[in-house]
């Protein structure tokens, strides 16, 4: 189980970024957004598109050559445009149907219409092969007992410290308080002053380009695929419910331990050659816990007054 | 004459299309007056507030602040135009502290933050000793003393509660009041929606009697109180 302690800590953080950006974007609009995988894997594929090299044809429409720009400078701007299409997604989907007072669960199902849609964009544009970055390969060295590439460790040492970034952001500054006002009432942050539609779109740009963020580092550990954020994406649900949703630190605990227990049960004896079913554990054991916690480890009973 | 700050015309509005539960209500609050509306429960009392606030659509009449009309406005537009509300439930964030609570109300005039929060905090003092505490964590009354301070922060010209002492002990229910009181004297109008019919009369210097979505008595609190149809429908033999 040791030697997976490495891939358990970057699965942990990568469920628990992506968790905190779908938590935020429940709390605040109520969405339970099923295409959150897809903004996932657009960060990814945007990253993909910008940093290959324009000789590459990973791109199944070969009108399309990549721009090879430099890595950092995709990663960048793959971030900004998620940010943009999280706008977008807002301004033109999701504010009409909330100002048409469509249910939760209409809502829901445009969620999962989109979800489809996106991700077949993606298999008709970056193809089915799963592709990697162009990145020199590195070897696992060996850090305090757990093997990881030096790359890792940066993704690892970037991954905290955006989570810290994020944590402080929406502790501490004005509108990281106006989004957790909305997210407990935006009734009331609109009759205490604030914009709750500003607020919304804020939160739907923060949170895409977080998961644009968790998709860049998904793809960096592993590779690129269409479908790379519809895979991860019961593990984020899970990671969500586990910490109790609509707590961004909660969801951040709850991702992590998912992504843990994920990674290390694929290092039990009896998972030899089974490593398909690695979910089964983590799942089962976030079933068990909601059980006897149904708020989830850090959610409140009391939502509403 | 005081002039109007709010003034309500045949307003008729709704939670659906096509279904007033406010069928043309009038309304006047001057500057430095408190009216009370009272009413049987479902008489549209919330509602009226609700719908000056923006919160619900608005199918008929017309509103006037200090004069001008308004419409086609959002509920956030109003408070940089004077008016606090404080509904009657949900009215404080839960999962944000009492200081952070009083912040959101400061999110249009980011000025004078320190000084607001101290006149607030020297008000209400027990919400000073708990302002890192969870909003959700406090007591009925404490968290209508915590609505209280999250609109006045504003700097309202008129203030609209919405039941402040529902659910209250008789001593809290009397601290509401004086606070109410106190905020009155300061200048600020007040527009009190009060189960406690009886109590709210005595208070106020006008009165309306709401039901079924129309007014049906209005005049001094008085005037109201020794109303012999007043007695009989709200407040019940004396
Ligand atoms: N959110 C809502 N959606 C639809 N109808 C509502 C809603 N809230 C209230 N109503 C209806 O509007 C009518 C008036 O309700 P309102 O809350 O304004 O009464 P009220 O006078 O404030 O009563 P109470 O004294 O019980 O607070 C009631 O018939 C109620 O059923
Ligand atoms: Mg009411």
């Known amino acids: 189980m040791i030697e997976q302690l490495g891939n358990g800590l970057l699965l942990g953080l990568i469920v628990a970024i992506a968790s905190v950006s779908l938590s935020l974007l429940y709390g605040v609009t109520r969405i339970v957004n099923f295409a959150h995988g897809e903004i996932i894997a657009l960060g990814a594929v945007l990253t993909l598109f910008f940093s290959s090299s324009p000789e590459s044809s990973f791109l199944y429409l070969d009108r399309f050559s990549p721009l090879g720009s430099s890595f950092i400078v995709s990663s960048i701007a793959s971030i900004l445009l998620c940010g943009v299409f999280g706008a977008l997604l807002e301004l033109c989907l999701f504010r009409p149907l909330r100002k048409n007072n469509y249910g939760n669960v209409a809502v829901l199902v445009i969620t999962i219409g989109l979800s489809i849609f996106l991700r077949h964009i993606f298999l008709l544009f970056a193809s089915a092969r799963p592709a990697s970055y162009a990145l020199d390969l590195q070897k696992r060295e060996d850090y305090f007992g757990i093997q990881l590439t030096p790359r890792n460790v940066q993704v690892l040492i970037i991954g905290s410290v955006v989570m810290i970034l994020v944590g402080l952001f929406l502790s501490y500054t004005k509108t990281g308080r106006a989004m957790r006002a909305v997210r407990d009432s935006s009734e009331l942050a609109s009759v205490s002053g604030i914009n709750s539609d500003y607020i919304i779109t804020l939160t739907w740009v923060f949170s895409s380009m977080l998961a644009g963020f968790t998709g860049i580092i998904q793809g960096v550990i592993n590779n690129v695929r269409w479908n790379m954020g519809f895979l991860i994406l019961l593990l984020i649900f899970a990671g969500s419910i586990l910490g109790g949703i609509g707590t961004s630190f909660g969801a951040m605990f709850g991702g992590f331990i998912i992504g843990m227990l994920v990674q290390l049960s694929v290092g039990l004896s009896f998972m030899d050659g089974h490593t398909e079913a690695k979910n089964a554990i983590a799942l089962a054991l976030m079933i068990l816990i909601l059980l006897i916690r149904p708020q989830g480890i850090f959610g409140s009973k009391e939502r509403i007054s | ?238």
């Open chain 2, 1 to 238: 004459m005081n002039k109007a700050i709010i003034e309500v015309n045949g307003l008729a509005a709704g939670y659906v299309k096509g279904l007033n539960i406010l069928q043309g209500i009038d309304l006047v609050i001057k500057e430095k007056e408190i009216i009370s509306i009272i009413g049987p429960n479902g008489a549209g009392k919330s509602t009226l507030l609700k719908a000056i606030m923006g919160l619900i659509p608005i199918s008929g009449g017309r509103l006037y602040i200090n004069g001008n009309e308004l419409a086609n406005f959002k509920s956030h537009e109003l408070i940089k135009k004077g008016i606090g509300y404080v509904p009657q439930v949900a009215n404080v964030f839960p999962s944000l502290t009492i200081e952070e609570n009083l912040e959101i109300g400061l999110w249009t005039n980011t000025k004078n933050s320190k000084e607001g929060k101290k006149e607030i905090f020297e008000m209400f003092p027990i919400l000073f000793e708990k302002k890192r505490e969870k909003a959700g964590n406090l007591s009925g009354g404490q968290r209508q003393l915590l609505a209280l301070g999250r609109a006045l922060i504003t700097k309202p010209d008129v203030l609209l509660l919405d039941e402040p002492s529902a659910g209250l002990s008789p001593i809290a229910i009397d601290e509401v009041f004086n606070s109410i009181n106190e905020i009155n004297n300061k200048g600020v109008s007040i527009l009190l929606v009060e189960q406690n019919a009886k109590r709210a009369l005595s208070f106020c210097d006008r009165g309306y009697v709401l039901d079924q979505g129309k007014n049906s008595y209005t005049g001094t609190g008085r005037d109201l109180l020794d109303d012999p149809n007043v007695i009989d429908l709200y407040l019940g033999k004396l």
